[in-house]
């Protein structure tokens, strides 16, 4: 079993910068590659960002690539997602997961977080 605790969500102007981060419980959290989703309201969840197991390897969808940055640190069971230049468009509540197989689509997850909300002012 993985828990998984996002934080650092908020409202910013456009333009601005968050970074959000997940803390996962348990000892195994090398063993999973992790993934950040979005869902804005009247929208289905989208895919983000993900990073692999040790952190090697990362991909983003195409509307974040160049202004979001997923990064892990293993020894602190954490997962970061560095938002910048921020866009109305990005406000959405975002979710962190877990999956034991790097590059899974949203169904290959294994484990959520409750999600943080992000807001974007224009």
């Known amino acids: 079993q993985v828990q998984l605790v996002e934080s650092g969500g908020g409202l910013v102007q456009a333009g601005g910068s968050l970074r959000l981060s997940c803390a996962a419980s348990?000892?195994?959290?090398?063993?999973?590659?992790m993934g950040w989703f979005r869902q804005a309201p009247g929208k289905e969840r989208e895919f983000v960002a993900a990073?692999?197991?040790?952190?090697?390897?990362?991909y983003y969808a195409n509307s974040v690539k160049g202004r979001f940055t997923i990064s892990r640190d293993n020894a602190k069971n954490t997962v970061y997602l560095q938002m910048n230049s921020l866009a109305p468009e990005d406000t959405a509540v975002y979710y962190c997961?877990?999956?034991?197989?790097?590059?899974?689509?949203?169904?290959?997850?294994?484990?959520w977080g409750q999600g943080t909300q992000v807001t974007v002012s224009s």
């Open positions: 997961a877990a999956t034991v197989r790097y590059g899974s689509g949203s169904d290959g997850y294994d484990y």
């Open positions: 348990g000892r195994t959290f090398s063993s999973y590659a």
């Open positions: 990073v692999s197991q040790r952190g090697g390897s990362t």
